[in-house]
């Protein structure tokens, strides 16, 4: 044409941006790779990483480290550029590795925003931690008392020390730091479900560690400022002191005998109804006396009041002898009712 000459030679300057060949499959180049790796991810497993992703020349398009938080998935299941799918299977938890997509499994011929077409990727992952939807508690016992024969169960009142962590041991909280026991009823949702599973079937003096997929601890939410979104959660627990806890559906027991005049012992002032507060300070009498029992971790004016109302059948606020009944009364007659 105009801009070139017949005859004449030329000259390119060239700089190779990169180059791949339409049968590549992706590169895996392993930077680290933990010495105890217990597990390595699988398809439908749900990972959460790191990454910095870059062309072959360096050129920075995109970071999660930029954001402050992983980015999260399922691997294998098409949620993801198809080299990163298969770059995220057979990883272990804390492995980093690099990953290199040619275009047509990555973003093809057409790129998209800062990433040109038919561009090699690279992108450097660090696997935070991942997890099965189907998985449950792992529980590994660390120490076990020669005398462990009272297993904690469902009711039990529990004192215990923990050290929650991440699984790349990002510490998240500890009682030793707070100088004092973590307390629960254990089955009574007040901790996470997980915890409540793993704090199961043990004696006091016994040391374990508990792990907790994201679905049996904080969700996909986590909680804001404390734990991570969809992150499995690590507790080294001590079981401290357990008070054993009253039959399942009770929340007062008898240790003895049960008056055959019961109703006539709480109404003090016998003129045939009991108040809230006749009702409470006979309870309270049984307890400090050892004749009953209350559900232990509880506290005591929630209880009473909530047998009170049990009781008091017409909510008038007043007890009379027609309506009070002991629990094993009122599920005979449900039965004979059957």
Known sequence: GKEIPGQASLVFDVVLLDLHNPKDGITIENQHVPESCERRSQTGDFLRYHYNGTLLDGTLFDSSYS???????????????AGMDEGLLGVCTGEKRRIIIPPHLGYGEEGRGKIPGSAVLVFDIHVVDFHNPSDSVSITVNYKPSNCTILSKKGDYLKYHYNASLLDGTLLDSTHSLGKTYNIVLGSGQVVVGMDMGLQDMCVGERRR????????????????????SAVLVFDIELLELVSGLPEGYMFV????VSP??????????????LLEEFSEYIRAQVDSGKGKLAPGFDFEKIVKNMFTNQDRDGNGKVTAEEFKLKDQEAKEEHDEL
């Open 210 to 229: 508990v792990v907790i997929p994201p679905h049996l601890g904080y969700g996909e939410d986590g909680v804001e400022g404390e734990v991570p979104g």
């Open 261 to 274: 005049n019961l109703f006539e012992e709480i109404d003090q002032n016998h003129d045939g109804e009991v």
């Open 67 to 81: 954001r402050n938080h992983t980015y999260d998935t399922y691997v294998g299941k098409g949620y993801v550029i």
């Open 254 to 257: 008898w240790n003895g005998e």
